[in-house]
């Protein structure tokens, strides 16, 4: 059976869109990230065009982040003013990332674009992922504990203009960093597809030094908000958000996730993290590996944008 | 239905005008694209009228023309490490689908420069090839990449022996459109030849059209992309609600 995108303007098979939705689902539902990462170079693997990829991820993420979302507001999780800002920050930097996107696409290089954007950044979060986690593992297994962190506002922040009080965060620092912070995941999310929240929830730890305790609900606020914005703006700037495309993903999507979790909770967290940063490099390699090996055909040919 | 019955009558009493006349008629001349759209067959049927005509001695190519558009080349280019597409060669005007049908293959019924002429075989499409870069010398490498790209994917093909004769006069030919069938305005020609010289050609114009749900999202997403993007973002707000309401229970 198949069933004819509307958008993409391609024939696909159903199921084997479900299954990727709930293979990458499992995968997400496992390790607790949102999964854009790994959705959209698999989709562009299956041959859905890449512009179509990103944008369609991009409402993908929107569905696949509600329950997320509802459960952390539930619990208070969420720094409703760090989040604000984060989503300020995000949203201009979803409307760079949508220039930028249109330009490389005008130009014809989006494929090359997008797949090198994806290989520096899964190269680089695989490997510190992986030696961080390995470091992790040694540890565990000589029993030496972890230096507490102490939560505390960063003096350098909270010196910048219009410094303020977070309190959910108990945190005295000027807006600037989360702004420029949520510019930075903006433009990621516009140009790749994906929540971002690989690299919000290590810069909110490590950067912005926020409490763990609310760093995941607030990262799940911004990422809902930011990719609902970059995907009114792909539907309005590129016309190549796929919605029968992002139903079936997100179908196969929640039973994955489901899946997902209760497989996670079977396993240590420093495992769980060296297996996803295995993934993680081993989509970067296949990237690689297209970009550096000679291509079977020497020309490309595409209807121009 | 009035197609059929003017072919029939054009078949009986419009002979004797030419040594032989071909008329041309599609069974439907609207081909649907819907969800579970995976290519449909075309049935083109046609008449030859004439005293002299009898099927041994003459031919039919019959040619399925899709919707013109523009398309870029580019050459992948090895830049240090990685391989980058290279300056475009556009090429306007291409047929977005080129399907011949034919009785025997092309080259065996025209010579060469009738070919060309007609522009009758996928070899033959007639292609203006616009060079951006220092590439124009070298269009025919990329031309002939631009073929066999749409002959891959199947939107380009030489079809032999697809022209079947019913009673005497009447023929069919069957032609299948790939799932990959672009949406448009299509022009089908019969040429009818006998011994390589052009002595009659009709036309039929088809259209292939999105319907159903697949034209309202399409139409929607690019008439009105904003509010085809606010509806995605409710309905992936919606979906997921509900999806994650179903597992809590």
């Known amino acids: ?305 | 239905m009035m197609r059929f019955a003017a072919i029939f009558c054009f078949a009986f009493f419009a002979s004797g005008a030419r040594a032989a006349d071909v008329a041309v008629a599609l069974t439907e001349d609207v081909v649907e694209v819907t969800t579970s759209f995976s290519g449909a067959r075309l049935v083109l049927f046609g008449t030859v009228a004439g005293d002299e005509y009898t099927a041994e001695n003459y031919d039919i190519i019959s040619v399925v023309r899709g919707p013109s558009t523009q398309f870029e080349v580019r050459r992948l280019e090895r830049n240090n490490l990685i391989w980058m597409p290279g300056d475009a060669v556009t090429i306007n005007d291409a047929p977005g689908l080129y399907l011949t049908g034919a009785t025997r293959a092309i080259e065996d019924i025209v010579l060469l420069p009738d070919q060309t002429a007609h522009g009758l075989g996928v070899d033959n499409i007639e292609l203006d090839l616009l060079s951006a870069g220092d590439n124009s010398n070298e269009t025919s490498a990329y031309k002939a990449a631009f073929l066999d790209e749409f002959e891959f994917l199947g939107l380009y093909k030489n079809i032999v022996g697809n022209v079947e004769y019913a009673k005497g006069r009447l023929f069919r030919i069957n032609i299948d459109l790939p799932a990959q069938t672009p949406i448009g305005q299509y022009e089908v020609v019969v040429y009818l030849f006998q011994d390589g010289i052009l002595v009659s050609q009709d036309s039929a114009s088809l259209n292939v059209n999105k319907v159903g749900l697949e034209r309202r999202i399409y139409e929607l997403a690019h008439d009105r992309p904003i509010s085809y993007g606010v509806l995605c973002v409710a309905l992936s707000l919606i979906a997921g609600w509900a999806a994650g309401a179903v597992f809590r229970k």
């Open chain 1, 1 to 305: 059976m198949q069933i004819y995108l509307p958008i993409a303007e391609i024939p696909v098979d159903p199921f084997i869109v479900i299954l990727m939705g709930g293979a990458v689902g499992f995968l997400s539902g496992m390790f607790g990230v949102g999964g854009g990462f790994l959705m959209t170079p698999l989709l562009i693997f299956y041959g859905i065009p890449p512009a179509v990829a990103v944008g369609t991820e991009a409402s993908q993420i929107v569905a696949s982040s509600v329950s997320g979302v509802l459960a952390h507001l539930k619990r208070k999780t969420v720094d409703f003013l760090m989040g604000g800002f984060l989503v300020i920050g995000g949203g201009i930097g979803a409307v760079v990332g949508i220039f930028i996107f249109r330009y490389f696409r005008a130009i014809g290089q989006i494929e090359l674009f997008i797949s090198i954007a994806y290989v520096l950044f899964l190269g680089g979060i695989g490997a510190l992922m992986l030696f961080e986690s390995v470091r992790a593992l040694f540890r565990s297994t000589s029993n030496v504990k972890r230096p507490k962190r102490k939560h505390r506002s960063v003096e350098w922040m909270a010196a910048l203009p219009f410094a303020m009080k977070f309190r959910t965060s108990q945190l005295y620092i000027s807006p600037i960093p989360p702004i420029i912070l949520g510019f930075i995941v903006g433009i990621l999310a516009a140009i790749m597809g994906v929540g971002g929240g690989f690299i919000m929830v290590p810069a909110m730890l490590y950067i912005l030094n926020m409490p763990t305790r609310v760093v995941v609900g607030t990262s799940l606020f911004q990422i809902i908000f930011v990719t609902a914005i970059a995907t009114v703006l792909h539907a309005a700037a590129n016309q190549t958000v796929d919605i029968i495309l992002a139903l079936l993903l997100l179908s196969g999507g929640v039973i994955g996730a489901q899946a997902g979790a209760r497989v996670g909770t079977r396993l240590k967290g420093e495992q769980l993290r060296a297996l996803l940063a295995l993934i993680v490099l081993a989509v970067c390699v296949r990237l690689l590996f297209d970009l550096v090996m000679p291509p079977s055909s020497p020309f490309v040919v595409k209807a121009p944008a």
